[in-house]
């Protein structure tokens, strides 16, 4: 494979919506999240209402990356090997020595059985995008409740907290007003939503302009996408797109088969009658990436049209999308933000806001450097019997660089670039920083020359 990659060479582009082409006010988003779960739990189910109330700076705890061992109410943060660096017991930090205590040699017992991204268990969950964060500090929150009145050893709250998020979250929650979350980002939009910048607006029109075919993919349901798109793109935003489909299930919409995971036409955002194949562009419901392609192909004139997809969730976009449909992948990873990336001059004299840093907001945004689990990309590893400490990749940061083909903070970011702009590819004979635009995590610096690439 190349080392460089350049968006002139593809002949389709996908997007996901969330947080990728529509971003979100963080700090208030997040809370948002974390209210309409709380809500559930205590209203619904019995907790502890303390659960209701947040410190201001309690959104520290939510970091991308972390993994909840559900049965032991433990959350880590792992290397790429799958030592734990990292761990708490509900919010409360563990010490090295009590990391040594709980897993024998800072080994997770669970880790040979997580495949790539995807796999999801009875067991653990993988916290890696922003719709669940808020979730995992609440988890953390009920752990030291649970403890504090029933002193357990193993927890049984996860199938409520699923319940919390399929509540608020399920497709008829927006038509139904059901929920916190859904009237509420209907009610405030402007609250929550990022408005889409004139640069990537433009640079749709672009890629389209060059014959480039675009499509849009994502799990949120048909009304829900609309109100997101109405907001941050324009009443105009169906012009920008050849193939739309919403409610896409992702990960299965990559992983399942045509008989599996049929499309559907929609009429007044009812889902109707499954289609037996793809034929024309529209807009669709759920389905599947082999008959999409089937018609990319048809669309495009080409046997083998190369596609790639932009999207913020390695679980649901990136490591589906390269394993199972070979597609080239751009990860939307707004911790680059956090990490004080250096940006283009031109950015610097934005108004804050476009930063998403919110004067008068008391809740930090969670893509910054969390003070209790430290960087997203990389940490310390004690050496054992007063050997020195070594600056490990965490096993998120070398999922970036496996199933990535570059990472970047936002369509903002190359949004001004010539489509002809070639890029550095993450790939197996290049650096450990290699991929990242426009500059690697200041993270990653120290260890650039130590770290080959596995």
């Not at 392609?293 to 999308?321: N, Q, R």
């Amino acid at each position: 494979m190349q080392r460089d990659f350049s968006l002139a060479d593809c002949d389709v582009m996908g997007f996901d919506l969330d947080h990728t082409l529509c971003r979100y006010h963080l700090p208030q988003s997040a809370r948002l999240i974390y209210d309409s779960f709380a809500h559930y739990l205590v209203t619904e189910k019995g907790y502890d209402k303390d659960l209701l109330t947040l410190a201001p700076d309690s959104l520290d705890f939510c970091c991308k990356g972390l993994v909840l061992d559900i049965e032991e109410g433990n959350f880590l943060k792992l290397s790429e090997d799958g030592t734990v660096l990292r761990a708490s017991h509900g919010t409360k930090c563990m010490t090295s020595e009590e990391i040594l205590e709980t897993f024998e040699r800072r080994e997770w017992k669970h880790f040979n059985t997580v495949s790539g991204m995807v796999s999801r268990s009875a067991k653990y969950y993988l916290y890696d995008n922003y719709f669940d964060l808020p979730g995992a500090l609440l988890c953390a929150r009920v752990v030291d409740s649970l403890d504090q009145h029933d002193r357990q050893k193993t927890y049984d709250f996860w199938k409520d907290m699923v319940a919390a998020i399929q509540h608020n979250y399920k497709i008829s929650a927006f038509k139904e007003d059901c929920g916190m979350y859904f009237p509420e980002v209907k009610n405030n939009p402007d609250k929550y939503l990022q408005r889409c910048p004139e640069s990537v607006k433009k640079w749709l029109k672009q890629l389209k302009s060059a014959g480039k075919i675009l499509l849009l993919i994502t799990s949120s349901h048909s009304d829900y996408c609309r109100l997101l798109c109405e907001h941050t793109i324009g009443s105009d935003f169906e012009e920008y797109f050849d193939v739309v489909i919403t409610n896409a299930l992702k990960p299965g919409f990559f992983s399942h088969t045509p008989n599996q995971r049929p499309f559907r036409t929609l009429e007044n955002d009812e889902e109707q009658e499954a289609l037996l194949s793809l034929d024309k562009p529209g807009w669709y419901s759920q389905g599947n990436a082999i008959q999409l392609y089937e018609l990319l192909k048809k669309m495009t004139g080409k046997l083998d049209p190369k596609v790639v997809y932009f999207g913020d969730s390695m679980h649901s976009d990136i490591f589906p999308a390269r394993h199972y449909s070979n597609w080239e992948t751009v990860f939307i990873l707004e911790e680059l933000l956090g990490d004080k990336v250096t940006v283009p001059a031109e950015t610097e004299s934005e108004p804050l806001e476009k930063k998403g840093k919110y004067e008068g907001d008391q809740l930090k945004a969670p893509y910054f450097v969390s003070e209790q689990w430290g960087s997203y990309f990389m940490d310390r590893l004690p050496g054992l019997e007063n050997a020195e400490e070594t600056l490990v990749r965490t096993w998120s940061c070398k999922c970036i660089s496996t199933y990535s083909t570059i990472a970047i903070p936002s369509l903002e970011a190359i949004a001004d670039l010539p489509l002809d702009y070639r890029f550095t590819r993450f790939s197996s004979n290049n650096s450990a920083t290699a991929g990242y635009y426009p500059s690697p995590p200041r993270a990653l610096l120290p260890i650039e020359e130590s770290v080959t690439m596995k």
